[in-house]
């Protein structure tokens, strides 16, 4: 008969913060096109498991991988705040490049000593790590000589496994980070938790992991940063850069928001937003996208669209939509990041995302 508690602690699906590199703690993002192929391959390696209970985060990025194990087992998910990210304060939806670019100090201790990090309405490193360890012992201690699983988040797991090995913060690059979807298995008994193995994707391949698809995390690599910053068009110092954006992008009238992207001061794309068009209607509209030539094929575009959901989603704008020419390259790149076809036409097609978000 199994003794104390076994309990698969799950890294949610890969989310919007994770591809438009944005911050993302406490904020509600939804899971990717991507994320759900990680989840049905989460549900496949956990099918033969016999799982007796499923906590998860109340945020929808978890929620929503938690169902990959209470769907077919007809399991409630319980869901609670106590499982949730970092609360990221003000940093809470920025772009990580403005991060970067702006609060270099702390946007450096958040990486690689977290618990010097702090900005305003921040939780504290110390408290994630003990919000964590205490709900993980009472919800283990309602389900002795049960099987349990818990759904929750990268830096709250990472600060878990750094107090449970007792690794201190400075030294938190001793543990990896996880890939979306990747298991942790911990055995609980007599108030001890024992770490059987930590941070394992072996269910997703190449395609699907996350991981495999990005860079910043490895530790042999270069650092220099992926992430983008965004300044309002009006406010670029360089008349001729404007010049240059707005020959390459076709400036329109009805466009009231547009925005410069940058890699630190280097120029990568822009981006034009409606706000006033179909506003009574929750739907906002990309006017335009355009990344430098020689800065394509990167994640660049991507977090171009994520600051186009950030801003919509702001101004309470359920759909997004674009319209393409016929047999753009665009159609496909939108199409990946959840993009429909509403029409299309010999010359354009127009396109259509759900970014409406709410918690389960």
């Avoid at 096109?33 to 498991?49: H, M, N, P, T």
């Avoid at 630190?264 to 822009?270: M, V």
């Avoid at 801003?311 to 393409?324: A, Q, T």
């Amino acid at each position: 008969m199994l003794q104390g508690t076994r309990i698969y602690l799950i890294r949610h699906a890969e989310s919007e913060g994770n591809i438009f590199r944005r911050a993302h703690g406490h904020y509600n993002g939804l899971v990717t096109d991507r994320g759900y192929k990680q989840i049905a391959q989460l549900e496949e390696r956990l099918s033969s498991v016999v799982i007796d209970a499923v906590y998860a985060s109340d945020l929808s990025r978890a929620y929503t991988t938690a169902e990959a194990i209470s769907r077919p087992r007809k399991l409630e998910i319980n869901a609670t705040q106590m499982l949730r990210e970092v609360n990221m304060g003000v940093w809470e939806d920025k772009a990580w490049g403005e991060l970067e670019y702006l609060d270099s100090d702390m946007s450096s201790k958040f990486s690689h000593d977290p618990a010097r990090w702090s900005v305003s309405g921040s939780e504290p490193y110390k408290d994630v790590q003990n919000r964590m360890l205490k709900t993980i012992k009472e919800i283990a201690e309602r389900h002795d000589s049960e099987t349990i699983a818990m759904v929750s988040h990268g830096f709250a797991i990472r600060a878990l496994m750094c107090l449970l090995k007792n690794i201190p913060s400075h030294e938190a690059k001793k543990i990896p980070y996880c890939d979306n979807t990747a298991v942790t298995l911990l055995n609980y008994e007599n108030d001890e938790i024992e770490i059987e193995y930590y941070s394992d994707n072996s269910h997703l391949n190449e395609e699907n992991s996350t991981l495999a698809h990005q860079t910043w995390w490895r530790t042999e690599k270069k650092w220099a940063s992926e992430n983008l910053r965004f300044m309002p068009l009006n406010e670029v110092a360089s008349e001729s850069l404007i010049r240059i954006f707005k020959a390459k992008s076709g400036i329109r009238a009805h466009v009231d928001m547009q925005y410069a992207a940058y890699i630190a001061d280097e120029p990568i794309g822009i981006i034009g937003l409606d706000t006033k068009r179909d506003e009574k209607r929750k739907v906002g509209w990309i006017i335009y996208i355009h990344v430098i030539p020689e800065r394509r094929n990167k994640s660049y575009g991507t977090q171009l669209l994520g600051l186009a959901v950030s801003d919509f989603r702001k101004l309470g704008r359920e759909k997004l939509r674009i319209v393409l020419p016929a047999g753009s390259l665009g159609i496909n790149f939108m199409s990946r990041f959840g993009f429909s076809v509403l029409d299309s036409t010999f010359k354009s097609c127009l396109m259509e995302k759900d970014i409406k978000n709410c918690l389960p």
